[in-house]
């Protein structure tokens, strides 16, 4: 799959009008492997002008790519699905060394972006527009029918963060295209690779030239000249909330669609499985070392639960295997990049400091940070409100439900949130009460089933993904009146 869009001396080229081309701009970005520090390859900081070729590109396609039957879209979806499955050996490797996720996950990431796209083409065929007859609104006319198409918006800028680069790239492009929207995806720096190998998938399934085209370079050089380039119809952005933010603040009149940080609370209520919720907890916060936008990021619970949840989550805590993403079994592997460590590192500092309980963890080897648990977290401290996109967990005790809500919304983020109960009058109160897009009973905080809506609310995003959502996102109504004599 590999020998079209990578060349000598491991420079990978971007997708543009159906063919792998190089960059005239001579800037090469080394992509080196969290893992080892190996040069896994260089890609291109592309120019302004070579954006604006590629956009413009983008918008050529579009006018016939609109015109293709959904059919023809649909079955392009099902043959890049069928390519994912059957390359998702070599395309786990990459990501694995890339990006430094544990192969199982890598592995678990593409089948799953295979089953979007297969889901999402099943679920445009649904999506046919309505008609509605006028005399349902007072003093209206059975002789009026308006009939309701979706329309493509034009050209979407999508762009992924390092740590779904294949899903939540994908997730972008399936959605758009299906609708009939071409796309100029931007992929995360690391995470680059894979995402060009996904775009290459798409380009080996049938895409037409110029529908899918690629642009690699930093976000913060070629960034904001993207985001406000006026080809672009609609721009859906996953990543920090900062960039999220610094997008929205520069885009004049074209919609968004943010999916931004988050500090997902688990509540755990005096009545609840604590079992249950210990695995979940710490599959919820440790996996990928913490490097998901839904992680559970802070515990919120009573002093009573607190002490018997407290050595269930130091046992399995410390069962965690840390070590290097190809081992087996492994959990906590090396953060994306020393950055990344040294500000989570900065979090554990201040919270030992400030007087929060260390029950296990703390220590840092490299860019590995040792799954940590503090008990005792207050909310002057920077753990309990700032997410850390590493593998450490605060517990905040509080004394009664209502307080668990308050310190919850507190947050300026709301993407999800899990109660822990058995009791169902309980857990619906609360999750009424929570300020996120998403309230997980008995369960971790998660983004899947894919279909579900999937959004965040304050910091934590605008509009909303998951599959029919991503569609409806990315299309518009076409409303075509009658008037019967
Ligand atoms: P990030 O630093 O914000 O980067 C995300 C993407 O934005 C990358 O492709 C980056 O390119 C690009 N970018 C940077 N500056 C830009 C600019 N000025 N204009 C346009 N694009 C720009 O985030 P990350 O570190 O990759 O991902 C981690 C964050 O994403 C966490 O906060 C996490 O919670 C969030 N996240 C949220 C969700 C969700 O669904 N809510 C899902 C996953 C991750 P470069 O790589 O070249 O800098
Ligand atoms: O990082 C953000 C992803 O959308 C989270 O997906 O909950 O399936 O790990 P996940």
Known sequence: ??????????????????????????????????????????????????????????????????????????????????????NSEEMATLMMMEISKDKKSCVSEVVRTADLLRFTADTAKTMQGEALVGDSFPGGSKSKMSFVSREPLGTV???????????????????????????????PTQGSLSALYLAEIFNKAGLPAGVLNTVTGRGSEIGDYLATHPGINFINFTGSTEVGQHIASLSKMIPLLLELGGKDAAIVLEDAN??????????????????????VK?????????????????????????????????????????????????????????????ITGGTRKGNTIYPTLFDNVTTDMRLAWEEPFGPVLPLIRVSSIDEAIEIANK?????????????????FYIAKKLEVGTVQVNNKTERGPDHFPFLGVKSSGMGTQGIKYSIESMSRPKAIVLNLK
């Not at 120019?47 to 590109?57: A, L, Q, R, S, Y």
């Not at 947050?411 to 857990?427: C, H, M, N, P, R």
Request: glycine share 6%; with cysteine.
């Open 411 to 427: 947050s300026e983020y709301g993407l999800q949130s899990s109660v822990f109960t058995q009791d169902i009058d309980k857990a």
């Open 298 to 358: 802070r515990i919120i619970t009573f002093d009573s639960v607190a002490d018997k949840l407290i050595p269930l989550l130091k046992e399995k805590i410390e069962n965690l295997k840390v070590g290097n993403p190809d081992e087996e079994g492994v959990v906590i592997t090396p953060l994306i990049d020393n950055k990344s460590a040294d500000y989570v590192e900065g979090l554990i500092k201040d919270a030992k400091d400030s007087g929060a309980t260390l």
């Open 1 to 86: 799959m590999f020998t079209n869009l990578c060349c000598k001396n491991k420079i990978y080229k971007n997708l543009y009008n159906g063919h792998w081309i190089e960059s005239n701009s001579n800037k090469l970005i080394e992509i080196f492997s969290p893992v080892d520090g190996s040069l896994l390859g260089k890609v291109q900081a592309m120019t302004t002008e070579e954006v604006d070729m590629t956009i413009k590109n983008t918008k050529e396609a579009f006018i016939s790519w609109k015109e293709t039957s959904l059919s023809d879209r649909t079955e392009i979806l099902y043959k890049a699905a069928d390519l994912l499955d059957e």
């Open 274 to 295: 604590l079992e249950t919720a210990a695995t979940n907890i710490i599959n919820g916060a440790y996996s990928y070392s913490g490097q998901r936008c839904t992680a």
């Open 157 to 187: 800028l999508a762009i992924a963060p390092f740590n779904y680069p294949v899903n939540l790239s994908a997730s972008k492009i399936g959605p758009a295209i299906v609708a009939g929207n071409t796309v100029v995806l931007k992929p």
